[in-house]
Nanobody, 121 residues
Framework: QVQLVESGGGLVQPGGSLRLSCAASGSIASINVMGWYRQAPGKQRELAATIISSGGTNYANSVKGRFTISRDNARNTVYLQMNSLKPEDTAVYYC???????????????WGQGTQVTVSS
């Protein structure tokens, strides 16, 4: 079992910054992908950013240049630094991870419960 615990969401003004954190815990053998998806009100959930264990990243076009994803492999934690926030960034942000549990289980996707990010004046 792998659990993803998110923190850092909140309310910020347009142009402000926020940093999200997500820590994975449980019977973890290894983690491959970690990342963040988001779902705005009335919209489909979409990828915001992902990062693989070796450091390669992938960003949605809408957040490129403003968001930076990083990870601390020793702590099984992924971060999302969000700068120059816009109202359209308002969404529930979900932590995502593909992890392999102990005893040789294959990689399996896991999701956090989501944390609300609201960008408003």
């Amino acid at each position: 079992q792998v659990q993803l615990v998110e923190s850092g969401g909140g309310l910020v003004q347009p142009g402000g910054s926020l940093r999200l954190s997500c820590a994975a815990s449980g019977s973890i053998a290894s983690i491959n992908v970690m990342g963040w998806y988001r779902q705005a009100p009335g919209k489909q959930r979409e990828l915001a950013a992902t990062i693989i264990s070796s450091g390669g990243t992938n960003y949605a076009n809408s957040v490129k240049g403003r968001f930076t994803i990083s990870r601390d492999n020793a702590r099984n934690t992924v971060y999302l630094q969000m700068n120059s926030l816009k109202p359209e960034d308002t969404a529930v942000y979900y932590c995502y991870s593909t992890a392999r549990e102990t005893w040789g289980n294959p990689y399996t996707p896991y999701w956090g419960q989501g944390t609300q990010v609201t960008v408003s004046s």
